[in-house]
C-alpha cells in the first residue's frame, strides 16, 4: 500500500498547489456542535440526500424551499403522524418531487431519527460518538434502521452535517486499487469495506489529516 504522503503529492500537482488543494477540503464539525445539531436537520438533510439520489441534484436543491414548507421544517414527531392520505398530497405537491416512495421515506427516517433519539438522547449524540475507526459500522447502521440510507447516500448524509466521514466514491476507489488495494469496481463486501476502512485509519495515522480530508484528497489525486 502507498503512503499517503505520494497521494497527496499527486493531489498538490493535478489541483495547483498545497493552498488551492486545502480550499477545496469539505468542513468538519466539532463533535460538540454534531451532538448539538437538531434532529430536524438531520431528518432534511436526509431528505435532501434521498430524493438528490438518482436525480439531478440541482432540480432537488432548486426546490429546496417548497420541501421546507411541505414537511414543515422536518420534525420527526409530526412527520411519524402523517396519514395515508396526507402522505398521497405530498406525493402529488408540485412544490417538491413526487415521488411517493421516497415520501414514504422521509416518514420512515422520522420514525429512525425518534428510535435512535429515544435510545440515545439524539441522533447527533449518537452520529458525533461514533468512533471514525470504524465508520463502515455506521454506513451498515444508516443502512439497516434508516430508509433508502445505503450505499453513498447516507455517507453523503454524514459528510454534507459535518461528520468527519469517507465517501466511496468512483474516484476514491480507483485511488484507493492504484495503492495497491485488493478490491473490486463496487466495493460492498464485508471484506472490501474493511480494507477499505483499515487503509484510511492507516492514512490517518500517517497523516493526522480528517478522513474527509483523506477521502478528498484521494478524488482530487486522479
Known amino acids: 500500500m502507498k503512503r499517503f504522503e505520494h497521494i497527496i503529492q499527486r493531489a498538490r500537482d493535478h489541483q495547483g498547489g498545497q493552498l488551492r488543494l486545502e480550499e477545496m477540503m469539505p468542513t468538519v464539525r466539532s463533535t460538540r456542535a454534531l451532538a448539538q445539531t437538531q434532529d430536524n436537520r438531520w431528518l432534511a438533510q436526509m431528505t435532501r440526500c434521498v430524493f438528490q439520489a438518482g436525480f439531478v441534484w440541482r432540480v432537488v436543491d432548486h426546490k429546496w424551499d417548497g420541501f421546507e414548507e411541505v414537511f414543515f421544517g422536518f420534525p420527526p414527531d409530526k412527520i411519524v403522524m402523517l396519514s395515508p392520505d396526507q402522505i398521497d398530497r405530498f406525493a402529488q405537491n408540485p412544490r417538491i418531487i413526487r415521488n411517493r416512495q421516497k415520501v414514504l421515506g422521509v416518514q420512515a427516517n422520522a420514525q429512525f431519527i425518534l428510535d435512535i433519539t429515544q435510545e440515545h438522547g439524539s441522533v447527533g449524540k449518537f452520529i458525533s460518538r461514533w468512533p471514525t475507526h470504524d465508520l463502515i459500522g455506521l454506513f451498515a447502521a444508516m443502512k439497516?434502521?434508516?430508509?433508502?440510507?445505503?450505499?453513498?447516500?447516507?455517507?453523503?448524509?454524514?459528510?454534507?452535517?459535518?461528520?468527519?466521514?469517507?465517501?466511496?466514491?468512483?474516484?476514491?476507489?480507483?485511488?484507493?486499487?492504484?495503492?495497491?488495494?485488493?478490491?473490486?469496481?463496487?466495493?460492498?463486501?464485508?471484506?472490501?469495506?474493511?480494507?477499505?476502512?483499515?487503509?484510511?485509519?492507516?492514512?490517518?495515522?500517517?497523516?493526522?489529516?480528517?478522513?474527509?480530508?483523506?477521502?478528498?484528497?484521494?478524488?482530487?489525486?486522479?
Not at 172 to 196: T, Y
Open 144 to 222: 439497516k434502521r434508516g430508509s433508502r440510507l445505503g450505499g453513498m447516500t447516507g455517507q453523503r448524509v454524514l459528510r454534507n452535517m459535518g461528520k468527519d466521514t469517507f465517501i466511496i466514491t468512483g474516484d476514491v476507489v480507483r485511488c484507493l486499487q492504484r495503492s495497491g488495494l485488493d478490491i473490486g469496481n463496487n466495493p460492498s463486501s464485508k471484506r472490501e469495506l474493511g480494507l477499505i476502512q483499515n487503509t484510511f485509519n492507516v492514512w490517518h495515522e500517517e497523516s493526522g489529516l480528517p478522513y474527509s480530508h483523506i477521502s478528498r484528497i484521494c478524488a482530487l489525486s486522479l
